[in-house]
C-alpha cells in the first residue's frame, strides 16, 4: 500500500525537476540556444521516466 504513495511522490519530484528544467530552458532560447536544447533533451528523459512509473 505505502508504494504507491512512494511512486506519486517520486512522480511529484520529477514533474517539479521537468517543470524546472523547462523554465530554465526558455530562459536560455533567448540567449544560448544550444544550451537551451540540452535543457530541453533533459526534460523529455524525465518525461521518458514519469511514464514509467
Known amino acids: 500500500m505505502f508504494g504507491i504513495f512512494k511512486r506519486r511522490i517520486q512522480k511529484d519530484l520529477l514533474q517539479k525537476k521537468y517543470h524546472k ?4 530552458a526558455h530562459r536560455l532560447s533567448k540567449a544560448n540556444r544550444k544550451l537551451s536544447e540540452v535543457k530541453i533533451f533533459g526534460a523529455e528523459e524525465i518525461t521518458k521516466e514519469i511514464e514509467k512509473l
Open 21 to 24: 528544467l523547462m523554465e530554465e
